[in-house]
């Protein structure tokens, strides 16, 4: 790696004994951060100090170190300005802090709002900061990578005026981004809809649309603040996720009472998505009428353009074989990376996703309710998709491939072996 890269990638030499010590930390750890265009920081204690990682396009790396040895927590000044009781730091916590650094940064990119989660370690507190951007990559439906027949599909879903518009994927794969990308999209309609949204917690700030988070003291679940949601003379609904029963009695109770609902769904693909909500209790039937579609989706990291724009890649070469190709490219983005890339051969994401209907006579919806509804296993659900022609994530992932805009490498962290 070159020098240019680590003063890049390093935080300043900074000395425990000194009295700014935390202060000056926390400035430096949270403005290189954003500098990287980081999610999350975990400030994880050692005992000597601090190891500090960042999660950049989904992957979390180490990006340095802080000394201890004097009196300066950085942990504690991060629990000081989310406004958390520093003397209870033997129980986990969760507050918000809105950072703007210095007179400079404000300029340039405003107040960030931030949670803090802080967890009791041997070493003491460890802290982690989710940055919650105002403005991410993925802001609008034509910002997320899809082809122009998915980005139809989506804008189609955002008309609706009910049904159940469902997310599915494990967590870091980008549901909410693109629900956020989806509400975004209903919000700068015309006539304006009445969007709410309940979150657990609230992960993006969004203009013109009402976010609430849920708030643990209060007792209240997803379920009960759905059905109040409902009462409010809403349109739109956003549930972050649908995780027990009441959650999807509710959500689907709303989508067949004109409310157009959007949630999420841990599973793995569409045809475990259905199953998913009929383990959680909603019948067969409730599933083919409330349902509208069901989106699974995974995040692929880009090869970064910059140090990968002076090799040329043969993915044009007809002759060649996929495995062939594949492999060119594995090697493309493991190259030394650059300053823009940070090192790592990739810059930014693009989603795929496999988009199936189950509101129009789509013959892979009507395959997986009907196999759904026969009690089927979810093999078999996956296997009369593909013979009525679902394309799945892994056709998907081996077409970016092919274009180069990522590599084999990465579609085998993300997606795992076919
Ligand atoms: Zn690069």
């Known amino acids: 790696m070159t020098s240019h890269l680590e003063t890049r990638l390093n935080l300043p030499e900074l000395n425990p004994k000194d009295e700014h010590f935390a ?97 009791p370690t041997v070493h003491g507190p460890r802290g982690v900061v989710r940055i919650l951007r105002q403005q991410g990559a993925f802001e609008t439906v034509s910002s997320l990578g899809l082809d122009d027949e998915q980005q139809k599909t989506l804008v189609t879903l955002c008309e609706q005026t009910n049904g159940l518009v469902l997310l599915s994927g ?53 379920a009960s603040a759905l059905k109040s949601a409902v009462r409010q003379d809403s349109e739109v609904l956003l549930v972050s996720e649908i995780r027990d029963p009441e959650t999807a009695e509710a959500a689907v109770q709303a989508s067949l009472t004109g ?34 579609a069901v989106i699974n989706q995974r995040l692929l990291r880009r090869i970064c353009k910059t140090c990968h724009a002076d090799q040329t890649h043969s993915s044009s070469d007809q002759t060649h074989s996929s495995s062939v190709r594949a492999r060119q490219a594995t090697v493309h983005a493991t190259s030394d990376g650059c300053a823009d890339c940070t090192g790592t051969g990739y810059q930014g994401r693009v989603a795929i996703s496999q988009i199936v209907r189950l509101d129009t006579r789509d013959p892979v919806g009507e395959a997986l309710a009907d196999t759904l509804q026969a009690g089927e296993s979810i ?21 970016y491939v092919q274009r180069g805009v990522t590599d084999a490498a990465e579609v085998y962290r993300v997606l795992g072996k076919r």
């Open 170 to 222: 494990p967590a870091g794969s980008g549901k909410t981004t693109t629900m956020y990308a989806l509400l975004r999209e209903i919000a700068a309609g015309k006539p304006r809809r009445s969007v709410m949204t309940i979150e657990d917690p609230v992960e993006t700030l969004v203009e013109s649309i009402s976010q609430s988070e849920l708030d643990p003291v209060s007792g209240l679940t997803l």
């Open 259 to 292: 409310h157009l609902i959007f949630s999420s769904l841990h599973s793995t693909d569409v045809a475990s998505a259905l199953r998913r909500l009929t383990q959680l209790g909603v019948p067969h039937h409730l599933v083919r009428s409330g349902v509208r």
């Open 379 to 399: 093999q078999k659900m996956r296997t009369a998709a593909r013979e009525q022609g679902a394309v799945d994530l892994h056709d998907m992932a081996a077409s």
């Open 23 to 119: 202060v000056d930390a926390v400035n430096a750890v949270l403005t290189l951060a954003i500098d990287c265009g980081a999610s999350d920081i975990h400030l994880q204690p050692r005992a000597a100090g601090w190891e500090i990682l960042f999660r950049v396009d989904g992957v979390l790396s180490v990006r340095g170190t802080l000394p201890g040895g004097g009196s300066g927590d950085p942990v504690s000044r991060m629990m000081v300005l989310a406004g958390l009781p520093t003397y209870r730091s033997g129980t986990p916590m969760e507050g918000r802090l809105a950072w703007s650094g210095t007179e400079d940064e404000k300029r340039t990119q405003g107040t960030i709002s931030m949670r803090l989660g802080v967890f």
